[in-house]
């Protein structure tokens, strides 16, 4: 019998939001993998270990998932990456994959999930607290209300046309572009918010565009309204 590979979201940050799902999941199995060379170092697995103590005594499988926009090459190390957790579905054992957030927005298990299908294994997600609906929360903000439509979009495709459309908008992943994306919705004339590092310790509201540094980092999430 093979192992199942489980794409399990553990949430923003805050491991008060790490599911019960999640925890479950998470200690039923002994693999877990985890995107990075330093798995133990990551923010995914801060968050699950802080709920979750007996992790330090699971297998970590550590997986080179690269931040590049090169497709062949990302190809390239997905297939490694899928192989590895496959070496140990042979085996049996089944994989735990944590990724901060929801294993369906955005997500680096994606592209391993359509591999591991592909070659014939079983693939469960488990649902985590998506970052946006955190962020809202934190900022006491309906994220849509009434007939309002919801927009997700990442800040590499942000268009001043964007803020024409009716409706909110979440936009994530914005660091590379802050600067731009700014622009673009300070001229729109639109409510913005933003929180950095939503239920981390070193997390940032900001209540305006103005307010956002064009340094922010990484794990920044801006909603327009």
């Known amino acids: 019998m093979k192992g199942i590979a489980y794409g ?72 490694k990456c899928a192989k590895q957790i496959e070496s140990f579905l042979d085996m049996g054992k089944n994989v735990a994959y944590i990724t901060l957030g929801d294993p369906t927005v955005y997500c680096t298990f994606s592209y391993l999930q359509h591999i591991l299908e ?8 488990i649902s985590g607290i998506p970052s946006f609906c955190a962020a809202a929360a934190r900022l006491n903000t309906p994220l849509c209300e009434w007939d309002e439509p919801l927009r997700i979009i990442p800040a590499v495709h942000v268009e001043a046309a964007d803020m024409l459309s009716p409706g909110n908008c979440v ?9 731009e994306v700014k622009q673009i919705l300070e001229a729109s004339g639109r409510t913005v918010k933003a929180v ?9 509201v900001f209540l305006s565009a103005d307010e956002i540094p064009d340094e922010a980092g990484y794990f920044s999430l801006i909603i327009v309204k």
Do not use: F, Q, W
């Not at 992790?55 to 690269?66: D, G, Y």
């Not at 936009?171 to 600067?179: E, F, G, L, T, V």
């Not at 950095?196 to 940032?204: A, H, L, P, Q, T």
């Open 118 to 125: 592909r070659d014939g294994y079983e693939v469960e997600l």
């Open 8 to 79: 399990v979201g553990v949430g923003p940050g805050d491991p008060e939001l790490l599911t019960l799902k999640a925890i479950k999941i998470i200690r039923e199995n002994d693999v877990i993998a985890v995107a990075g060379s330093d798995a133990r170092g990551s923010v995914a697995y801060k968050i699950a270990s802080a709920v979750i103590p007996e992790m330090e005594n699971k297998t970590i499988l550590s997986l080179h998932m690269p931040m590049i926009r090169d497709r062949n090459a990302l190809s390239i190390e997905h297939e």
């Open 171 to 179: 936009i994530m992943k914005s660091a590379s572009r802050m600067k």
């Open 196 to 204: 950095e590092n939503c239920g981390m310790k070193d997390e940032r």
